[in-house]
């Protein structure tokens, strides 16, 4: 049984602070991890994905890989009240595993 | 809207009729995904199509539903037979190609079963 397990939130920060979320997963041979973020009552929205091991950054986000622990992270920079949703944790190829989502909540 | 669409957004169906969810990808991709959100549960996937293929229905409940992408026109999955259980925000999403392309996922059908 393939699983991805995401830190249980909620997660609250002050603005301006930096998120640490975090994910693990369990298929050694996934390729693709993706992180998505889904404001209460919408659809996902794919705002981070890495393929390699090593950090990737965009903006306020930074995508980190590491294949050999199976974990991957998603740190947000400077963090603003609207950046207050589910973040999703995903990997795979075709086929998507979902974790179960972490709550940040960012306090103004 | 260059994006991913979905209708209807939301359908109310009584127990015993038939559900119809249609998607049609984004432009340029050919490659549809399904995935079912239950009320306070993470996504699940369900289906992969490419035009006129079933890649992997793994995820697929094995009774009453059912998936298709035709040549023409949009993805459509079909659920036969609602029952409560069967509410829930159903997504599409789409990719440019196959394996580990980034998929784009659409706004949602909000299902209710009465």
């Known amino acids: 049984q393939k699983e991805v397990e995401q830190n249980s939130g909620p997660l609250s920060v002050p603005e301006g602070a930096i998120a640490s979320l975090n994910c693990t997963y369990s298929?050694?041979?996934?390729?693709?991890f993706f992180w998505y973020r889904q404001y209460s009552g919408k659809s996902p929205e794919l705002i981070m994905f890495?393929?390699?091991?090593g950090d990737k950054e965009d903006g306020r986000f930074t995508a980190q890989l590491n294949k050999a622990s199976q974990y991957v992270s998603l740190l947000i920079r400077d963090s603003q009240p609207s950046d207050s949703a589910t973040y999703l944790c995903?990997?795979?190829?075709?086929?998507?595993?979902f974790g179960q989502g972490t709550e940040l909540s960012v306090k103004p | 809207n260059a994006g991913v669409m979905q209708n209807p957004r939301h359908l109310v169906r009584r127990r015993g009729q038939e559900a119809r969810l249609r998607c049609s990808p984004m432009?340029?991709?050919?490659?549809v995904y399904w995935y079912r959100q239950l009320p306070e549960e993470g996504l699940k996937f369900m289906v992969y199509?490419?035009?006129?293929?079933?890649?992997?229905e793994s995820g697929m409940p094995k009774e009453r539903f059912s998936a298709e992408f035709p040549k023409e026109g949009p993805s459509i999955l079909r659920i036969q037979q609602v029952v409560r259980g069967d509410s829930a925000a159903y997504f599409c999403?789409?990719?440019?190609?196959?394996?580990?392309?980034?998929?784009?996922f659409g706004p949602g059908t909000r299902l209710t079963v009465t």
């Open positions: 995903a990997v795979g190829g075709g086929k998507l595993i």
């Open positions: 199509l490419q035009k006129e293929n079933i890649i992997d």
């Open positions: 999403a789409s990719s440019p190609g196959p394996g580990p392309y980034e998929q784009y």
């Open positions: 432009k340029g991709h050919s490659h």
């Open positions: 298929d050694r041979g996934s390729q693709s």
């Open positions: 890495i393929y390699s091991n």
